[in-house]
T-cell receptor
């Protein structure tokens, strides 16, 4: 079965540094998402992306965050100046189209901010 | 504020011992209720979507049901490979691109041989 691929699986960074988390959604999918899960907490919505623009974002997704689809296959999440509280598992997800409710998640990138 | 609450937080079952997981929700304009399975170190894996009260869906040993305030995930004669965290999530508008899911904290199920 096709998969959403995320790299790296683990990322350690210093507070204040920029990080880019990378995702390759399933090839024929049109809708892309980032969610995060702080250890022991719920999975939280960050942002949705369609037709090369953000369609919705949560309160968590402030000016420090940005997303981009730089080419036809990659989907990235950039955190410009990381904070300790950004430490979490970040999940990329994709969905085929508007008629299909099935959301496919990647295995996540564990981000640790020191 | 939209909320999804799951209980119990953890459940240990003997192999073959059937049980149910609960998900209660207060979401205005609910359009879909989702169940996912999450294995350690992995992303959530889709199981079911339920859209209206009274709806039921089954997959192998799992059956999901929906009422106006709750959803249940029934596990019949579980096996050790059913051990995982089961997540419930509510969507306000699953047909649209925004597709914002509100997740519960999950129920960690352990099935002992």
């Amino acid at each position: 079965e096709p998969e959403v691929t995320q790299t790296p699986s683990h990322q350690v960074t210093q507070m204040g540094q920029e990080v880019i988390l990378r995702c390759v959604p399933i090839s024929n999918h049109l809708y892309f998402y980032w969610y995060r899960q702080i250890l022991g907490q719920k999975v939280e919505f960050l942002v949705s992306f369609y037709n090369n623009e953000i369609s919705e974002k949560s309160e968590i997704f402030d000016d420090q965050f940005s997303v981009e689809r730089p080419d036809g296959s990659n989907f990235t999440l950039k955190i410009r100046s990381t904070k300790l509280e950004d430490s979490a598992m970040y999940f990329c997800a994709s969905r085929r189209d508007n008629t299909n409710e099935k959301l496919f998640f990647g295995s996540g990138t564990q981000l640790s901010v020191l | 504020e939209d909320q999804v609450t799951q209980s119990p937080e953890a459940l240990r079952l003997q192999e073959g011992e059937s049980s149910s997981l609960n998900c209660s929700y207060t979401v205005s304009g609910l359009r879909g209720l989702f169940w996912y399975r999450q294995d350690p170190g992995k992303g959530p894996e889709f199981l079911f979507t339920l859209y209206s009260a009274g709806e039921e869906k089954e997959k192998e040993r799992l059956k999901a049901t929906l009422t106006k305030k709750e959803s249940f995930l029934h596990i019949t004669a579980p096996k050790p490979e059913d051990s995982a965290t089961y997540l419930c999530a509510a969507a306000k508008n699953p047909g649209a691109g925004s597709y914002q899911l509100t997740f519960g904290k999950g129920t960690k199920l352990s099935v002992i041989p």
